[in-house]
């Protein structure tokens, strides 16, 4: 099912019957006669087919009079990972929906950065999800304030800013007209789970009501639920995450991963059935967008089912047997892939990881004051460091072995590094384009391509979080002197999130696909999942 299909009503019903979890996120199940509009695998009785209708989009059954269920919750339902497939003008719009953009510049500031009339997306959107952008960047809005309201004791005022709302007022009026009940009348009735401040509760206390909210001027900790459709390989996604962290901006292992972000920090880690998104933040406003880079960074939206599907009927049989909930790592910041693929070129891993801990030593951003208490990872926050993660060695001998997140691999210091977490935000490309970046091991010939491609994004003529189409983008990208084919297909598939991109060339695919006597002109059976096909064929490679 793509999202340029028409919904077909007895697939549908017979998926919401069986609850089918490969449909969770694709469709909505709207029920006539309560009012009410559910995921495919909600566990009520499944009504009956005179009082259901579905929908593409929860904006659309909304838009129609129907609210959220309680029970099954639709603001943790997976993304529909078809958008991505499609990588048209709507799937890019619902991206920078997903990013905060509508919220931040209104449907104009949307339309405008997708280089399209106003009128021309709501032609689009009400054609493809039967809901116009507003609407759509409102059910978001709505769901995560649910999500927070039943998950959380954020107080209220905080639910809506950190949801995207303008104003506490509008935060009530629009949950009473679209909902029918107040945000108190939810809290109320749902109980939520603990928040902590720093220095007052751990992340695992319960949270008396007498002592619910955030203390004044101090960052706040709460958790969030996750979701991804089964199966998922969380262990190998984090462990290509771990062997690639920055020193001093993120740490991970195969067990999690924690990274600093503007305000804050954020941990991820596998939890029953879902991720568990730990974040700490001076400002709750920023918390939608963490969500949405989140849910890309580590790409629980696929559907794995369809991928292994088609992979599994290929000579890639094997590897997908071997590791059927494979996913392709996204990025938190697309240009600091970019970055990262230009640095990465011709030299190993390791090397790579050295060199752009010393970039971001040089030209990235220390912690705000007001952060420290939640990124150094303290008891009092409640975060332990993340399990198996590198420590710092003993001394500073270029001889203690491998760089880890808090020595370089020449044995000096990062600064904003130590061994209480990540500290330091990687530079941005207006940071970058004006950084000296001579001393660092970098030659003068890959200085001079991180410049441009930092002045090119710096500028906006280059969009590397997903809001430009992939083909353009990766034109420009060859523009670029320096980046290739393999560095623009390594950067689309990773901050593009095109499932369908090849880095042409990799010496590890070519060594993997001789390995397992596969011709190169079968990369064309993959289509269109070669990203995935990429990651299986790198994995193939570790035990």
């Known amino acids: 099912m793509t999202p340029h299909q028409t919904l077909d009503f007895d697939s549908c019903y017979r998926a919401a019957s069986a609850r089918d979890t490969r449909f969770d996120g694709r469709f909505y199940t709207a029920v006539t006669s309560t ?108 769901l995560l304030a649910k999500q927070l309201l039943t998950e959380t004791p954020l107080p209220i005022t905080d639910v809506a800013f950190a949801a995207g709302f303008g104003s506490v007022r509008q935060f009530n009026a629009t949950m009473k007209e679209a909902y029918g009940f107040a945000p108190s009348d939810l809290r109320t009735t749902s109980g939520s789970l603990p928040i902590a401040s720093p220095g007052a509760l751990t992340s695992g206390s319960r949270v008396p009501s007498s002592s619910r909210g955030v203390t004044p001027g101090m960052p706040a900790t709460l958790t969030l639920r996750l979701n991804y459709r089964p199966p998922y390989d969380a262990e190998t996604l984090l462990g290509f995450l771990a062997s690639r962290a920055i020193p001093g901006v993120e740490e991970a292992s195969p067990t999690g991963y924690r990274r600093a972000v ?13 991720i568990r998104l730990s974040v700490t933040l ?17 790409d629980l939206d696929s559907d794995p089912g369809a991928i292994a599907d088609a992979l599994g009927a290929t000579a890639l049989h094997p590897l997908v047997e071997r590791r059927p909930g494979l996913r392709v790592p996204g990025a938190f910041d697309g240009f600091e892939l970019a970055v990262r693929a230009v640095v990465g070129q011709q030299i190993s891993v390791a090397g790579a990881r050295t060199l752009l801990g010393r970039i971001a030593a040089r030209a990235g951003t220390v912690a705000k004051p007001c952060d420290v208490a939640a990124l150094t990872g303290t008891p009092d926050v409640g975060e332990p460091p993340i399990a198996g993660a590198p420590t710092p060695p ?10 880890d ?26 940071r970058l384009a004006g950084a000296d970046l001579s001393g660092l091991g970098l030659t003068g010939r890959r200085i001079t391509t991180l410049k441009i491609l930092a002045e090119k994004a710096a500028s906006g003529e280059l969009d590397l979080d997903g809001g430009a189409d992939p083909a ?17 297909g390594y950067i689309v598939m990773r901050a593009l999130r095109d499932p369908d991109a090849w880095p042409s060339g990799d010496l590890g695919l070519r060594r993997a696909m001789k390995a397992l006597d596969i011709p190169e002109d079968d990369t064309e059976r993959w289509r269109p999942w070669r990203a995935y096909a990429a990651l299986h064929l790198w994995s193939s490679e570790t035990p």
């Open 405 to 430: 997140r808090t020595y370089d691999g020449g044995g000096s210091r990062v600064m904003g590094a130590d061994a209480d977490g990540p500290r330091l935000l990687f530079p941005t490309a207006e």
């Open 35 to 142: 009012g009410i509009y559910c995921r495919p695998i909600c566990p009520a009785r499944t009504p009956a087919r005179q009082n259901v209708r579905f929908y593409r989009h929860a904006a659309a059954a909304e838009a129609a009079g129907f609210r959220p269920c309680r029970r099954c919750r639709p603001e943790l339902s997976p993304g529909d990972p078809g958008w991505d497939v499609a990588a048209d003008l709507v799937g890019r719009a619902l991206r920078l929906i997903d990013d905060g953009v509508a919220d931040e510049y209104g449907v104009a500031g949307l339309a405008s950065r997708l280089h399209v009339t106003e009128r021309h997306l709501l032609r689009l959107f009400t054609a493809q999800l039967g809901a116009g952008p507003l609407a759509v960047a409102r059910t978001r809005r709505l």
């Open 262 to 274: 503007p305000g804050g920090v954020i941990t991820l880690a596998p939890a029953d059935g879902h």
């Open 472 to 488: 353009e983008t990766a034109s420009r990208l060859l523009d670029i002197p320096g980046i290739g084919p393999w560095t623009t």
């Open 394 to 403: 003993e001394h500073t001998s270029s001889l203690a072995g491998p760089p």
């Open 282 to 298: 001076d400002d709750t406003r920023h918390l939608a967008r963490i969500v949405s880079r989140c849910r890309r960074l580590l």
